[in-house]
């Protein structure tokens, strides 16, 4: 039987998400994992302390976790799918790109940062 859902929602920023992620399912220490992420073995030691609290807030009060923004950067390029709308990247960068990401179709083009007014 689960929680019931009673908490309000925790956010967890990306830098959190991401903090966790390289520490607890990468099992990355701290020292390569804010290597990773650019930041102070400091800093990342807090970034992580913050989501380990957010997590057991949740898991605690049966609330809900939403993942927000942050300091994002992205190393890839981003297409727009003609025929869906949807809009997708593509990190590896020696793989050609064949079709979109979510309906498959091949009118796809590179995204240049606007969308078009329908």
């Not at 297409?79 to 179709?105: R, V, W």
Request: charged share 25%; glycine share 8%.
């Amino acid at each position: 039987m689960g929680v019931k859902n009673e908490g309000p929602p925790v956010v967890l920023n990306y830098e959190e998400y991401e903090s966790i992620r390289l520490s607890d399912f990468e099992l990355l220490g701290q020292v390569d994992a804010s290597k990773v992420m650019d930041v102070s073995r400091p800093t990342f030691a807090r970034i992580y302390e913050s989501a380990r609290r957010k997590i057991a807030q949740a898991l605690v009060n049966g609330s809900p976790i939403i993942f927000e923004g942050g300091k994002v950067y992205f190393n890839s390029d981003w297409y727009a799918c003609k025929s869906c709308g949807c809009l997708f990247d593509h990190p590896q960068k020696d793989q050609e790109i064949t079709g979109c990401a979510l309906c498959g179709s091949s009118e796809i083009e590179q995204f240049q940062g606007k969308r078009e007014s329908s």
